[in-house]
């Protein structure tokens, strides 16, 4: 059994809360649906975005160089840092140069991609997520499984329990108003007394030199207006051409990710403010090596907003956990073989390939394409287990073969019919584990549709 069908068995086992993950996501998928169809330009939008972020790709060095020039201009330190150990080492030395003691943080995935947390708490440095769900995970000691719904694998009484044991709150107590009460007194006093403010960067804007940050929270504004010192963390592939290039992404943004008009706060950071530093980091960690991979590159457009997630059949089921990586889902299961075929063979495989997260994608990543494309590679370059490549080996003997498609056929609608249940679904047969196939029917459709094509 695979990794992810391992830990996809695990969230299973809790039928009550896979059965509400699933019909969540599906929730906020509709809620998706619903906005967007009040667009009549949606699909314009999508092509605008999914342009810019073409040209974007082709023309990275001109916008980079664009974008650093501007910020330069109005005082923003811009650095680089080329992979995850000297991204880290870049915050480090800017923690250690502030003396920064208090460090707050909001949602950044690239942190997260990083392991940022991780490396400053081995050096005694700890960092206080302060989105509401990435500090409930933070509390737990969990990765998000979401990356806009972080904490979406809990159920409220089990985040009563964590606010209990690290807030304090009363025992047994599950109300959400009054859950995020308490998060907000105990997030108040980060906020207050933080010297050094970290957030993620949704966008940044080459002519301008300005970098944007879209929360519901408002927490990344909290952070940054309270602490001297901001840092905004972002990777080389979220620059946009134009400040007019912006109204697309963020109509298309907030819509995709949470059903919402338009994200609560929207900031834009220009310049430090009086007597304060303003940063921007800009990692790599292996983009360029996949930008020139055009198989690939596309997957360099996403816009982080979760949408192919909510509607993935096998997402919604399995629970962000049971992917293993950073980005979860459709997205992630494309860009994780990127850093390592054999570590995140599974991940391609973990797809039903049906293409919603295609079609609701708002740039257009051709997400199911570069799944369907990695299983090739992957198959190919023998990074899959024996028994996957000797079990597709065979299915490609049978699908080429009429003859034999049509005599396994016969004779798997014999077996299901006359065997004994317990034959058909022995422990080898991977497929009998959690399904029971109905009872076949007497003919073929091969067989059904020459008998009525012509009626
Ligand atoms: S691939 Fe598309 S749908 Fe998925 S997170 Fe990225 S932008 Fe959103």
Known sequence: MSEHAKKAKLFLADESR?????????MVRQKRDHVAGMVPEWEDLRQQASDIKTDVLEHLPKYLQQFEEKATHHGVIVL????????????????EKHEAKNIVKSKSMLTEECGLNRFLHTRGIEVTDTDLGERIIQFRGEAPSHIVLPAIH???????ETFHEKLGTEAGASDPTYLTRAARLHLRQKFLSADLAI?????AIAETGTVVVCTNEGNADMGVHCAPIQVHCMGIEKIIPRQTDLGIFTRLLARSATGQHVTTYTSHYGKAK????????????????QLAEPKYRQALKCLRCGACMNTCPVFRRSGGHS???TIPGPIGSILAPRRDEKKWSDLPIASSLCGSCSNVCPAKVNIHEQLYAWRQDLMQHKK???LKRVTMKITGIVLANNGLYNLLGFAARKALKYLPHSWVYMPLNAWGRGRELPLPPKQSFKQWYKQNRKK
């Open 18 to 26: 896979s059965r509400w993950h699933d019909e969540t996501l599906w």
């Open 80 to 95: 680089h840092a080329k992979d995850a150990n000297e991204f880290n080492q870049l915050i480090l030395s800017i923690i």
């Open 154 to 160: 809990l159920k409220k009484e089990e985040i009563g």
């Open 199 to 203: 957030t993620g960067v949704n966008f």
């Open 274 to 289: 009086p007597g304060g530093t303003m940063y921007v980091v800009i990692a790599d960690n292996g983009r360029t090596p």
């Open 323 to 325: 992917y293993g990586y």
């Open 384 to 386: 899959t287990s024996w």
